[in-house]
């Protein structure tokens, strides 16, 4: 898949979207960024350290498939922003942050939708 690709479509999607980016399972970027001048909430070190600490939670949510089945997607909800986490398979973890009067089901639809489209 190009990620570049998918995470441009994502931004597209809708305007209040803010980021989309791709990662493996060592936490390093693949693909997406921030939208075009939107300027990111967090230092360059506290995002790092988010990434960390989503792959880690990606990770823990693996071992408890095999009672719960495949985490599909998390969402936190923060005072400023809303940030989703999607499990892309086994090797892959999108993070999307977005406002956060965002329409949250129709983000999941739409990375859902995209990601879908793009495994052809």
Not at 6 to 21: E, G, H, N, V, Y
Request: aromatic share 12%.
């Amino acid at each position: 898949m190009d990620y570049e690709k998918f995470c441009s479509q994502i931004l597209d999607a809708d305007p209040k979207i803010r980021f989309a980016t791709v990662y493996d399972e060592w936490s390093v970027k693949v693909g997406g960024g921030m939208r075009e001048g939107v300027e990111s909430l967090l230092s360059e070190r506290a995002s790092h350290e988010l990434v960390n600490l989503s792959t880690l939670d990606w990770k823990s949510r693996k071992d408890m498939s095999k009672w719960l089945g495949k985490t599909k997607y998390t969402l936190a909800e923060y005072d400023t922003i809303k940030r989703f986490s999607f499990y892309l398979g086994d090797d892959y973890l999108l993070l999307v942050s977005t406002e956060k009067d965002c329409n949250t089901d129709m983000i999941v639809d739409k990375v859902i939708q995209l990601y879908y489209k793009n495994q052809d």
